[in-house]
């Protein structure tokens, strides 16, 4: 099979024989993992198949690996071996086993992340980047037992723990989270044992649960955690979502809310979708474990439309909503929120949106990848 399009990957930086050369590609996380040898510099990078090959000509002999992702498809490259398997066809796994295993590393295709890493609600202290420790080479590309993940800073990445959303949560969206859970999540859960899938499943209840956390107590809860105080977990900490109300104080917004959400779980859903979407087109053999599911677009779609609302672009509309929301900007003896005229046309605005993503038709032609010619 020909390598096209683009691969999300993960490279240990030490494992290069030029650690610079993650500077060449898109680096959408870090991570830095003590390891008995010393510091691990560990990136999330998205490539294309010549970036891809560049990284694999500079791969350290040894026990040294990077891997890369598309669909069900997996690329596993050493300094002098390149393995394309699949997740869900375990005849193509014997090489790479035999392989790496000689070099002293048991590697499952299953249990090789394919995913964003998980981030903790606490940020850690900034990390020095890739090379000023001389840490020594390192090993696999996936996590090992018994090490420390904090995250670091990637130069030039952005990557907050959270972002401040503006949401509009109603029974609609309460409806399109039961049935990402019960008719996408459940049943893949039941059938493939894929990583990507798990860390999805979480990732949404994350997701619902920080929808119903009001954001000043999410933030007092972090702060506490960060100074070393005892905090209750974020999601007890609810005090209840303010009251939004029109000008004329009579008409309320239910719903409209300021919420924390994980940019990480966010990443994890699009990771998800942008699988199953390739999985819905590679025509195999082996099948992607969706394309076993009935009406597979559909049950895709509602992922696709419930992301869409969750990660709305901001806008002025939004930015204006968001200041009448922040807990800041309001008076402590006034829970509830009276919009101004210039903030209920920005929500009138926002609402439209929202309502056309929620009512609109299956979007899944979007979000599918094209397959090769």
């Excluded at 683009?6 to 240990?12: A, D, L, S, T, Y």
């Excluded at 696999?140 to 990557?159: C, F, I, L, N």
């Excluded at 959270?162 to 049943?187: G, I, K, N, S, Y």
Aim: hydrophobic share 40%; proline share 10%; charged share 25%.
């Amino acid at each position: 099979m020909r390598w096209t399009g683009q691969w999300n990957g993960i490279v240990v930086s030490e494992a290069l024989s030029d650690p610079t050369l993650v500077n060449r590609l898109r680096v959408t996380d870090a991570r830095i993992e003590t390891a008995p040898e010393g510091l691990r510099h560990r990136y999330w990078v998205s490539a294309d198949p010549e970036q891809v090959d560049l990284i694999g000509r500079h791969l350290k002999p040894g026990p040294c690996c990077a891997h890369f992702w598309q669909g069900s498809r997996l690329l596993v490259l050493f300094h002098d071996a390149r393995f394309d398997v699949s997740r869900y066809d375990r005849d193509t796994w014997a090489a790479l086993r035999t392989f790496a295993g000689a070099r002293g590393l048991p590697i499952d295709p299953l249990e090789l992340p394919t995913g964003p890493p998980p981030r903790p609600d606490v940020p850690a202290p900034a990390a020095r980047p890739a090379g000023e420790d001389g840490a020594g080479s390192t090993t696999a590309s996936g996590p090992g037992p018994g090490r420390e993940v904090v995250p670091a800073a990637a130069p030039g990445v952005e990557s907050p723990a959270h972002l401040r959303a503006v949401v509009l949560v109603d029974d609609e969206v309460d409806e399109l989270f039961e049935a990402v859970t019960a008719e996408l999540l459940a049943p893949l859960t039941e059938t493939s044992a894929d990583a990507e899938v798990r860390s999805a499943d979480a990732a949404l209840r994350r997701l619902r649960a920080a929808l119903d956390v009001p954001i000043d107590a999410r933030e007092a809860s972090t702060a506490a955690a960060a100074g070393g105080r005892s905090a209750p977990p974020v999601a007890a900490a609810t005090s209840g979502h303010p009251r939004v109300f029109a000008p004329n104080g009579r008409w309320e917004h239910a719903g409209l809310r300021l919420a924390a959400l994980a940019a990480a779980d966010l990443e994890a859903l699009r990771g998800l979708l942008l699988s199953l979407s390739a999985g819905l087109l590679d025509e195999g053999p082996p099948r992607h474990p969706v394309t076993r599911l009935s009406r597979p677009r559909a049950r895709m779609g509602a992922l696709a439309r419930l992301l869409a609302v969750l990660d709305l672009p901001p806008d002025h509309d939004t930015r204006q909503l968001s200041r009448a929301l922040d807990p800041e900007s309001r008076p402590a003896d006034s829970p509830d929120v009276v919009l101004t005229h210039d903030q209920e046309r920005s929500f009138q605005r926002f609402a439209h949106r929202v309502t056309m993503l929620l009512t609109e038709s299956d979007p899944l032609h979007r979000f599918l990848l094209t397959p090769d010619s």
